[in-house]
């Protein structure tokens, strides 16, 4: 899925940021365009509000898009982003996804290490990280002819000459799509230092 969105959907890359670079570093501007542009296109938040509670340092949580994104780009997130709360700061812990790291305005970011990253992509060549900002309905995996997901497990009697070596295998017929390219925006960005 998440080689298929960074080959399909619509980029914007951010361009407000101050390292020089094309792409830059993520910004409040940039991210706020990608907010725009998907509240423009009717898009449906995934995620729904926190609501506030009366706790010392934390504050309420909009109803939010999904920020699919690589867990290096997480410093520049609390260092760089003006408003940036992190999940500590949410009034309540509750329906908070495992992969969730906080959140901007309508923005709530997902971060997994093994997250896009095109390498040495950048007119600098850095690496560009891919943060996939996903309304609901956007994007789905069909199964085709109804075959769904096979786990394939031999035991070593069935495997091989005197039965030494098992084997393991995957197979799938999936295919990934983009329902609505409107829904779907990949917001390029390179770290602030690398």
């Known amino acids: 899925m998440r080689d298929m ?5 619509s980029s914007v890359d951010c361009v407000n940021g ?3 670079d094309r792409p830059t570093e ?6 706020q365009s990608v907010i725009s542009t998907l509240l423009d296109n009717d898009t449906k938040c995934v995620l729904d509000n926190v609501e506030g509670a009366d706790k010392f340092g934390t504050g309420p949580v909009r109803n939010s898009f999904l920020a ?3 867990t290096k780009l997480t410093s520049d997130f609390e260092e760089r982003l003006a408003g940036f709360r992190p999940v500590a700061e949410y009034p309540s812990q509750q329906g908070i996804l495992p992969s969730e790291y906080g959140t901007f305005k309508q923005l709530r970011f997902m971060v997994s290490s093994i997250g896009s990253v ?3 992509a950048s007119n600098q060549g850095r690496n ?7 309304g609901m309905e956007a994007v789905a995996a069909v199964e085709q002819a109804n075959y769904g997901n096979q786990f394939i497990y031999l035991d070593p009697r069935f495997s091989g000459p005197l039965a030494l070596n098992a084997s393991v295998g995957f197979k799938m ?3 990934q799509q983009i329902l609505n390219d409107e829904w779907i ?4 960005a390179t770290l602030f230092n690398s």
């Open 5 to 9: 969105m960074a080959a399909s959907a």
């Open 18 to 20: 101050t390292n020089g």
């Open 26 to 31: 993520v910004s409040n501007v940039d991210l």
């Open 68 to 70: 699919l994104c690589s």
């Open 118 to 120: 095109t390498p040495n």
């Open 128 to 134: 560009i990280y891919n943060i996939f900002c996903v």
């Open 173 to 175: 017929a999936t295919a």
């Open 185 to 188: 925006i990949n917001c390029r």
